[in-house]
């Protein structure tokens, strides 16, 4: 370890916050620029699942407060790809990952949106997962990155209440309603606990990340902890957990739950999920769509800029 | 019930529009559009709900903003023909937005001045929204209009084609007549000239042509005659309604 | 309810896909591709309405073809994805047809021998219609495949893209088992092997090269597990049938 | 008049028919090219407003019926372009001179169908106006013509009652699906009129085409049979048509009816009606995005003619 490389650890085992204008191994910048624009990448595609239902939200209210959401989940793209920016990247080369392949995006967007259920289930499971992930990030050692995690979390806290009321409403609905909140928890509910990635056992790069405070805590203990909260929470709505092999163990104070299917999570990552394809296809043709329209607010940029000197140059 | 038909044309004006540009969540051509987009779909179906709920009650017949939402059929609805266009190219997209930000801000100027309070409340609250919606949307057409060759030669068909869809707002029927008879609502012809002044303005400033003031213009979505898109629209967004009936949400 | 719940996949893969035909009305590449496709279209509502029907009576709830097809929600629809998905430009509207086609033939002549009268009589109705529309999406995918340089781009593409709905049928749950084992279905393996030498036969004629057998395949259509498509084309179908209920028409 | 001419309008005259192999006037052979092609332009849009509503359709029987009159459409023009090509001018001409707007369909496909009982005012109203303009037709001087419309007429006198009995269903159906039916009545009422052309006084060429047999009734006196005709069934189904000049005239035998509105008819004509560009461009759009298929049959067939004819020689 070289002498910057142990003062930078010295400062992240003293709770110093880096900053952009510090110095950071190459390897810490690396990670946390796919680690933030990953993160980024997952808010601006998260879009797509939910704006498949914004047209047919059941009541205006509900509709509204789906685009508000929506809305919230750009912010949250615009702050992550800003904090990755910090890094020595640009949103453009960022999002040239993302539609060459190359980057990654939160797998659980690559499972249809099949019912107004899901928009509870997303908010509920998906959301709430998302939470659990990105509080302990709030305190992570990179201070851009940290501080846009606090504004995210604020905000990720409201969807996620307000995915479970809709899970509320419809699960005092209907005997037609209440089949579908089950059969949205059905389908969720595995893909959610995916979402921290693989088992410890399993898990790469995992004691370089901890011991740079940017993982906080290992993908074990965040599932466990996602299935503490959200099993009461399905008692409470009147639902069935889908897993047989699920059950309280009193004297550890954890649910203990079944066999995660980690070949259907290889064979989604790997590009095989229901709607990787369309997904990234939708990305891809609105940015294609779109180059006529940033490249007109450049070019009219550069006339007005050109103007503005012209008319100083002249005075 | 003039008032009530009058009301039900300012309500789905907006909840049309607002539902086109919901087709487009995470669809923009840049991250900032997306954001601008939704906050304007969002705004425009704030105000279809007051718009509608305030129609309702003055109907008397027990029907919310869902009611009139969610379980009208097309030739129910009195949006004009513009707001249901399809969305196209962004170019139309934008066009059909500022065309109708145009008048919808100098309508809700006016309206803040109806003789109906509840109909000046609303517009109270929804000027500061329309007049973003204007300032951004005739921002853009600036932008893009003398932009490059490209994005003038789009926004200027998006112009030409939409054009006949821009009269109808002031080609007044009775309705729209017993309103202003009464001072609901502002007279045609004072909208149109403050409408074709901005309009002419900001596509002088674009290096636009403008199309004609007197040019063909169609008509019929206020008296509930749409164009085969209403159709297709309302099916998609009343679906849960429709297949569910009576179930809360 | 096995049988049931078997009836309906049949019935609804051919409405499906029928109602995707239904939606080119008009807009074929040429005016004989205009009257094929709505004359497939035709052919396999005819069969869904055969199947729903003998559904319906099955079940004994009085559920007729109208209601089995008007409404029910996605969830409740049982067809393979491969016929949900929308019809892109031509070549995968033909190549769509073409891998359905051929499970399509080698089925129905299989059920025109099945242990269940009812449906060894509706295959056998059914039977020449299938021929033909073998004939004639398989002649086509040789002519477009071995067309121009183009064409065959389009139509390997297709084929790749197409691929991965390809399995669904074969890939039997109890309810398709349950079928086989009294005789009503035919077994998997031997439809499996059927369908990939007549693809493998047309692909080698078109110069296209046939992606492999053991590809990753989607599936959960059977069990009403969709894709985000079909909830939009119910809703646009289901539309007067769920906005005007118990209407005569 | 030359002595051909003279020989050529004795035939006429005498009530032979005329083939393509015979020789006749430059103007009669462009007439019915024109004629013949509007008609044949005119099948082919006009499967686009019933397209509308075949996907809507609510019935699986409903939509059965639908799905064949559309072909039947689609077959008709296959009839019609066949008829026009035996006077020398091919179908990919004559569609070149609808794609750019060239020749005409006729102006009533410019309207929207915005009901499913625009399905039956159609079938009824329009279909019932063609027939009355076509049945004559089946007895006209150009033999390829006649024969083509004595196949159309019979097909379209089954799609006149299919569109009837739709209006009788909703006629007697809930309030609701009588209002959709009178709705329909009232828009598709005068346009069907206008279907019949100009009125006499103002309609150019009849008099020669009535000499050359090509137009056996003036524009007033199919219009007067139209109306003459529908009354009655308009009466019988309880619906009201929407002229309040309408009235009957015991002496003449005849129903009296309203002004039509010829600005109307010419502002659709010039261009101006709701659907115009939508048609035209659906029909050239579908042309242009097919154009790689029609390539590839061609190149195809060539290739294997190619073939054919290099194991013959290999021979």
Chains 1, 4 share one sequence.
Not at chain 1, 179 to 201: E, I, K, T, V, Y
Not at chain 2, 29 to 58: H, S
Request: contains cysteine.
């Amino acid at each position: 370890m070289s002498e910057e490389e142990r003062l930078f650890q010295e400062r992240i085992d003293a709770g110093v916050k880096i900053e952009a204008k510090d110095w950071m191994p190459e390897a810490y910048r690396k990670t946390l620029i796919r680690q933030i624009s990953q993160h980024a990448h997952s808010e601006i595609v998260g879009q797509l699942p939910e704006g498949n239902w914004v047209t047919r939200a059941p009541t205006l209210k509900r509709k509204s407060i789906l685009l508000a959401k929506i809305q919230d989940e750009a912010g949250h793209g615009l702050y992550l790809y800003s904090a990755a920016e910090t890094l020595g990247v640009s949103r453009d080369e960022l999002l040239a990952a993302l539609h060459s392949g190359k980057a990654k995006y939160s797998s659980i967007f690559n499972y249809p949106t099949l019912s107004w259920a899901d928009m509870g289930a997303i908010g509920w499971l998906v959301d709430g997962s998302a939470i659990i992930n990105q509080i302990p990030l709030c305190r992570c050692s990179y201070g851009p990155y940290s501080r846009a995690m606090i504004r995210v979390c604020k905000e990720e806290s409201f969807h996620a209440r307000q995915g479970y009321d809709i899970m509320m409403s419809l699960a005092k609905g209907t005997p037609e309603q209440k089949a579908m909140a089950q059969d949205a928890l059905n389908r969720w509910w595995w893909p959610s606990l995916m979402m921290f990635g693989p088992s410890d056992a399993e898990s790469v790069n995992s004691a370089q990340s901890t011991q740079w405070r940017i993982k906080l805590f290992s993908n074990d203990e965040l599932r466990q902890r996602m299935v503490d909260q959200t099993v009461p929470q399905a008692e409470y709505l009147g639902l069935t957990i889908p897993d047989p092999d699920l059950k309280w163990n009193a004297e550890t104070g954890h649910y203990e739950f079944g066999e995660i299917d980690w070949a259907e999570f290889h064979a989604v990552l790997k590009g095989n999920g229901p709607c990787n394809r369309e997904r990234l296809r939708t990305r891809v043709k609105a940015w294609e769509d779109g180059e006529w329209f940033r490249e007109a607010l450049v070019a009219h940029a550069e006339k007005h800029a050109g103007k503005k000197a012209n008319t100083k140059a002249a005075a | 019930m003039d008032k009530f038909a009058y009301l039900l044309r300012l309500g789905d004006n907006a909840l049309v529009l607002s539902q086109r540009l919901s087709e487009l969540c995470g669809k923009g051509p840049a991250l900032e559009e997306d954001m601008a987009l939704t906050n304007v779909a969002l705004d425009l179906l704030g105000q279809a709900r007051m718009w509608l709920t305030y129609a309702g009650e003055l109907e008397g017949q027990g029907r919310d903003e869902d009611a009139l939402a969610y379980l009208r059929d097309a030739h129910d609805f009195k949006n004009v023909l513009l707001v249901e266009q399809p969305n196209g190219n962004y170019a139309h997209t934008l066009m059909r937005q500022f065309f109708f930000d145009t008048w919808h801000y100098f309508l809700i100027g006016a309206l803040t001045q109806s003789t109906d309070r509840r109909i000046a409340e609303i517009a109270e609250k929804s000027l500061k929204e329309v007049t973003y919606h204007l300032r951004r949307s005739g921002d853009l057409v600036v932008r893009l209009g003398d932009g490059t060759e490209t994005s003038h030669r789009y926004t200027q068909t998006a112009a030409d084609e939409l054009w006949m869809y821009t009269g109808e707002v002031f080609n007044y029927d009775s309705v729209d007549e017993a309103m202003v008879a009464v001072g609901v609502a502002p007279p045609a012809a004072q909208l149109r000239q403050q409408w074709l002044d901005h309009v002419s303005d900001i596509f002088g400033e674009a290096t636009l042509t403008m199309p004609p003031a007197d040019a063909w213009m169609q008509k019929g979505g206020k008296q509930g005659r749409h164009s085969e898109h209403l159709g297709y629209l309302l099916a998609e967004m009343q679906f849960l309604q429709r297949a569910y009936p009576g179930a809360e949400w």
